[in-house]
């Protein structure tokens, strides 16, 4: 179904294209051999000219405040968020070090803790025995 659309907007696409060369052509020659000046200005065209210039600033800026307030109060609505959800981290993590509880240490840590203090100790017997 998509491959169709597709196809029927390049065709339709190609064959406007295809019409508006061939004014072009006509125009350019026209010019040349006579040397007119062809006008397509209509008093109707330029009044309805001017209605859609005029309508499309409205709308363009209606659309554009609106998109402001989307984006404002989209930046508003995420800082509130941001703000709450950090206060409640705030106060989470403030209960648990009120409560006392402490996190038990797993014993990997312990053991690679005693192993670094061993070793710090025996450093120091070595300089100690150095000095002496």
Request: no cysteine.
């Amino acid at each position: 179904m998509t491959y169709l659309l597709l196809i029927l907007f390049f065709t339709s696409l190609v064959s406007i294209i295809i019409m508006i060369g061939r004014k072009l052509v006509k125009l350019e020659r026209e010019q040349v051999l006579n040397h007119k000046e062809v006008l397509f200005e209509l008093p109707y065209l330029q009044e309805v000219r001017h209605l859609t210039a005029q309508n499309m600033k409205k709308h363009g800026y209606a659309g554009l405040v609106t998109i402001l307030r989307f984006y404002i109060r989209s930046t508003n609505f995420l800082k509130d968020k941001y703000k709450e959800i950090e206060i409640k981290i705030k106060n989470k993590s403030n209960e648990n070090h009120l409560n006392g509880e402490r996190k038990e240490i797993s014993k990997f840590l312990k053991i690679i803790g005693d192993y670094k203090r061993k070793i710090r100790e025996i450093a120091h017997k070595i300089k100690k025995e150095e000095n002496l």
